[in-house]
């Protein structure tokens, strides 16, 4: 069984983005990372890959940089790495349409993904290519077992658990699990960076991107955070109780 | 009870990110830009271990006195010990790659590279330096897992600075050798599986094997220390303490043994100590940037800036420092003077930017809500171990004027 692990490079969570003349100014992040959620994608597919034998092919689209995450992919366990290079903007469908062909491409008939990227937060990347290949789509999953017939996936929110079955083709699209992330160790980096990456372009997989439905006007900061609100003494508990419960939502 | 503030998180997802108040690794002239890839992904992955697995647990662990077993298999499972050394299931990273692996453990506390440099440089290096085949195949790979592991007792009560008049003597015996006598302030003496033990032949110094349970053996833990809390210390004592004759170390002899173990442990603790500095410079800026006194920020304050510059070039000097010297051991171009100098200089700068570090926390540096008073404590240990500041001095005293002066009218 192949198992696609779809890997957005992202600024890291610790980064500072900045602005300039209306587009994130790409140049200033200091650091790049796989998309948390996308981890836990990864994470999934390398327990099928020691529980059931099926080989993780990891792909990324983006920038030449980007193929850091493949190999930090490699260096935690994944088999086969496609990175298809692009460079610049690129609407969500052509970007599903690209991903879609990377994924026939390798010959996977799962495909695990975050269930949005922590840059962008638009979430259609899985339920798109589900569409385009007409596979199943299952969202915010946060664990997947191999059954004899397809898939066990459990999906857990707070206010719940469901647990489904899934039968194959299907794609899962991951939110933070109670899965603990594996850390490559010595060994698993030096053996990622003699592993093989598979470069190829939009033109390879057939895909044309003119005719994109959406692209981005501007980007500008969020508004400035209200004030913060201050409360003293012990006669204040009972507001302050109030306000975390109904303003915040924190308890 | 001061002003408490709330603080609306509206519109803001923090679901996906990790640690956003995360250490921010000081590296003012992109000194890291200069590591190979492989160095990077080694260094975030021991960072992210220190992030999770030493920085929640350390002040708990330096209080009860403990070196967390987890620890041990966390570090042996990463496959970072005995870092520079190859075959034999070591790692075979460069001597860069090892000072890195120093650095990232030692911002998390000394302690915890300690247990490394001991495990790598001081356990394991001598096996694969001066070990039988035997011994080689016998030890290293089970110690490059951590699942073994190794102290190194060279130290005596009345031998510190001066080791070469160590009294602990081994006398054959049949197939045997008989070791007597005690070492003093041995790093992992009682958790360990083995020890390396320097001590006079026939008047010569040779390394022996010392296991775990060989008969008038014993590793009693010294209790009491202000510093490297979360390290385990221990004496090692030998009463006709018998171990078979396979167990010496053929390829050494003199002091060249236990002194070239020294010179790689050392080299470790000229990245390591930086280490310290940065968590201690890290936490000085953003505490100073949050506290406010006299209506501003200390940190708008020219008297403490001052002291934010001042790491800065410390640590960015160190920093060069370390960084040239691991590239001239990797290209074995190296004296050990050069090592001398960089150990005697980060340390230093390390242990005074912990005392201004402490300084500018006020009060609140003393509590163990802050890493700084425990780095400062630990630091006076690894200011003393292997091979005191002075001594030092005196290793660069005897190399620039060619005189020797560590002992009186010789
Ligand atoms: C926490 C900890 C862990 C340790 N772990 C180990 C270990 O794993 N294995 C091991 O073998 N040892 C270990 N040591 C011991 C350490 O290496 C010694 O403490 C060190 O070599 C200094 O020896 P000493 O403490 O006897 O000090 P001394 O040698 O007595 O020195 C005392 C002072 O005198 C100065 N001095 C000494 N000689 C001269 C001279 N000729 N001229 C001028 N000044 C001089 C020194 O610089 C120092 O300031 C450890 C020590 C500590 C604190």
């Known amino acids: ?251 | 009870m001061g002003p408490f503030e709330l603080r609306t998180l509206k519109g803001l997802d923090l679901s996906g990110c990790t640690d956003i108040m995360g250490y921010e690794a000081l590296d003012f002239y992109d000194v890291d830009s200069l590591l190979t890839d492989e160095e990077l992904m080694i260094r975030d992955a021991v960072r992210g271990w220190v992030d999770e697995s030493v920085i929640p647990k350390i002040e708990n662990a330096c209080r009860e006195g403990v070196f967390l077993d987890e620890w041990r298999q966390e570090i042996g499972s990463m496959g970072i010990l005995g870092a520079p050394l190859k075959g034999y299931g070591c790692p075979g990273l460069s001597y860069t790659a090892y000072g890195v692996i120093c650095r990232e453990l030692e911002r998390g506390d000394s302690g915890i590279r300690s247990f490394a440099s001991v495990q790598g440089s001081l356990a394991m290096y001598p096996i694969w330096d001066f070990g039988s085949e035997d011994q080689k195949e016998k030890y290293l790979p089970r110690m490059a897992t951590g699942e073994l592991i190794g102290c190194f007792g060279l130290t005596e009560p009345d031998y510190g600075s001066n080791p070469g008049d160590m009294v602990t003597k081994a006398t054959e015996d049949g197939d045997s050798f008989i070791l007597n006598g005690a070492k003093m302030w041995i790093t992992n003496g009682t958790i360990a599986d083995l020890a390396i033990v320097w001590a006079k032949l026939d008047g010569v110094i040779r390394g022996f094997i010392v296991e775990k349970g060989d008969p008038g053996f014993s590793a009693p833990e010294m209790k009491g220390k202000h510093s490297l809390k979360a390290s385990v210390t221990s004496e090692l004592v030998f009463q006709d303490c018998r171990i078979p004759k396979d167990r010496i170390l053929p390829g050494v002899k003199g002091l060249r043994g236990p002194f070239s173990c020294l010179n790689n442990a050392r080299f470790g603790i000229s990245w390591g100590a930086i280490g310290s500095a940065q968590a201690c410079y890290d936490s000085a800026r953003s505490y100073a940037l949050s506290r406010i006194q006299f209506d501003h920020p200390i940190a708008a304050y020219q008297l403490v800036q001052n002291k934010l510059a001042w790491m800065l070039r410390e640590i960015t000097k160190g920093q060069l420092l370390a960084y040239h010297l691991g590239k001239k051991k990797d290209a074995g171009e190296w004296i050990p003077e050069h090592i001398s100098l960089a150990k005697m200089n980060n340390v230093d700068i390390a242990l005074e930017i912990a005392r201004v570090s402490r300084d500018i926390h006020g009060a609140n540096g003393i509590l163990d809500e802050y890493p700084v008073m425990r780095h400062m404590a630990n630091l006076e240990s690894v200011k003393t171990y292997e091979g005191t500041h002075d001594i030092h001095n005196l290793i660069l005293g005897r190399h620039i004027t060619g005189i020797q002066a560590f002992t009186k009218g010789a």
């Open chain 1, 1 to 251: 069984m192949k198992v696609a692990v779809l890997i957005k490079q992202v600024p890291d969570t610790t980064a500072k983005v900045g602005i300039i003349s209306g587009s994130v100014d790409e140049g200033a992040i200091s650091k790049w990372s796989i998309s948390p959620y996308d981890e836990y994608a990864l994470e999934s597919a390398l327990s099928l890959q020691s529980g059931s034998g099926a080989t993780v092919v990891a792909i990324t689209l983006g920038p030449e940089r980007s193929s850091k995450s493949l190999i930090d992919a490699a260096a935690v366990g994944a088999d086969e790495l496609l990175h298809v290079v692009h460079d610049g903007a690129l609407g969500s469908l052509s970007l599903q349409k690209a991903l879609s062909e990377a994924v026939t491409r390798v010959g996977a008939e799962v495909v695990l993904v975050g269930k949005q990227a922590a840059d962008t937060n638009s979430g259609s990347t899985g339920p798109g290519v589900a569409k385009i290949l007409n596979y199943s789509c299952v969202g915010l999953v946060s664990r997947i077992e191999a059954g004899s017939d397809g898939f066990e996936a459990t999906r857990s929110t707070p206010s719940g658990i469901e647990r489904v079955s899934v039968k194959l083709p299907c794609v899962f699209a991951f939110d933070k699990g109670d899965v603990e992330l594996r850390r490559p160790n010595v060994r698993g980096i030096m053996m990622a960076k003699k592993k093989p990456i598979e470069r190829i372009t939009l033109a390879d997989l057939g895909v044309d991107s003119t005719g994109e439905g959406v692209s981005t006007t501007s980007v500008d900061y969020p508004p400035e955070k209200p004030e913060g609100q201050r409360f003293e003494g012990p006669d204040s508990a009972a507001e302050v109780a109030t306000k975390l419960r109904e303003e915040a939502n924190v308890i």
